[in-house]
């Protein structure tokens, strides 16, 4: 009898949670079909995953080239732009692992072109976006045609000192940081920055047809970027600072990044440095009461008291957004080949479907929060 009624208890949990997951299967789909209902426009990816279950839902709408009217899919290479950052600080945390530098050496240990205080900013603050060094989106010359690489921008920046001090040392989102970062991956691994990134960490995890984008190099399965233009959607896929590699330049799809959340996860569930190092000051900053920033991640509180690991990309023609639950074995996957904010209202609509709520957004949507902190305006 107590087994008969053991039985029946799962059986009725198993029917409950199946039914749940297929309301939750339904409203997507809805959200989906209102957000995105052509399916000759740019489009999205959206992959929900589970450590133990894979995929537990995906689902994609649009073309991913106008010209050829090609679909998107799971397999599609979106510019990731943005969320790139978390590769390139993966990159030198592995070096940093390995003995070859410290998170507190002066980063013009590296790159001796830098001067004054500039040279004396720790590689920790170019990590976690308190080293106050010179934007050089702001410096680009109008002249310039041709697209910068990352030693363009070491070239840019050289002649400037700018540098927090510890009186003033805050959090100050820095593209520039992130192009110096993936200088000194060079400079300590002795191989060129893609090169590493495919030997040392795409290909070790499987991530076989992530790359980093190259001028002459061919992407496959490419997603080609859009903007909105009068109603319509134009050609917008690069620009002048879309050749950086170290702060934007990773190209994935949604299923190569499902591998990629699933590693993060499990490294911050394990027994390695890596999940306590995310909350370390020495590798963490403070964004906001409710926000810190480290190692490419923002590290925020979801309403369950669980840690979660945020960011998002804009560039031209791409808007993306990725959320990682590491105590649930969740992943959100956001991946946009236009640069309109639909997807801003839209992943927060995905976020209340899975009854997710994270603190800290100040009655603000949360790729717009993400948004205003990259402009210091958070």
Not at 93 to 101: N, S, W
Not at 163 to 185: G, H, M, Q, W
Not at 236 to 250: E, L, P, R, W, Y
């Amino acid at each position: 009898m107590l087994k008969l009624r053991n039985s029946l208890i799962v059986c009725i949990f198993s029917f409950v949670f199946f039914a749940h997951a297929q309301d939750q299967t339904a409203k997507l789909d809805s959200l989906i079909a209102s957000y995105y209902p052509n399916s000759d426009d740019p489009g999205i990816v959206l992959l929900i995953s589970d450590v133990g279950k894979g995929a537990i839902y995906s689902n994609a709408q649009g073309v991913a080239k106008l010209d050829d009217s090609s679909s998107l899919s799971l397999t599609s290479n979106f510019r990731m732009a943005s969320v790139s950052k978390q590769f390139t600080a993966y990159a030198i945390y592995q070096l940093f692992k390995e003995g070859k530098l410290k998170l507190t050496d002066p980063i013009g240990k590296f790159l001796p072109s830098l001067k004054g205080a500039a040279a004396t900013i720790k590689i920790s603050e170019l990590l976690n976006h308190t080293s106050g060094i010179k934007d050089y989106e702001n410096i680009i010359p109008e002249q310039q045609k041709e697209q910068l690489s990352d030693a363009d921008v070491l070239q840019l920046v050289s002649p400037y000192t700018d540098a927090f001090t510890e009186d003033n040392r805050r959090f100050k989102y820095s593209n520039t940081a992130y192009c110096l970062l993936s200088l000194i991956v060079e400079r300590v691994s002795g191989q060129v920055y893609t090169d590493y990134m495919k030997t040392q960490v795409f290909d070790p995890l499987g991530m076989v047809h992530t790359q980093i984008f190259e001028q002459e190099a061919r992407i496959a399965n490419r997603a080609f970027g859009y903007t909105l233009r009068d109603k319509n959607f134009v050609f917008a896929d690069q620009s002048i600072t879309s050749a950086t590699k170290g702060d934007g330049g990773v190209y994935c799809s949604a299923v190569d990044y499902q591998i990629w959340a699933t590693h993060v996860m499990q490294l911050a569930m394990s027994n390695t440095d890596y999940g306590k190092d995310l909350l370390r000051q020495e590798t963490a900053s403070n964004v906001s009461k409710a926000v810190d920033y480290s190692l490419g991640w923002f590290v925020i509180e979801n309403n369950a008291g669980r840690t979660c690991l945020l960011h998002s990309g804009e560039s031209t023609g791409f808007h993306n957004i990725v959320l990682l639950i590491p105590e649930e074995g969740k992943s959100i996957s956001l991946f946009t080949n236009r640069d309109d904010m639909q997807i801003s209202s839209f992943f927060d609509q995905v976020l209340k479907v899975l009854d997710i709520q994270l603190k800290g957004m100040n009655g603000k949507e949360v790729f717009r929060w993400l948004s205003d902190a990259y402009a210091d305006k958070h």
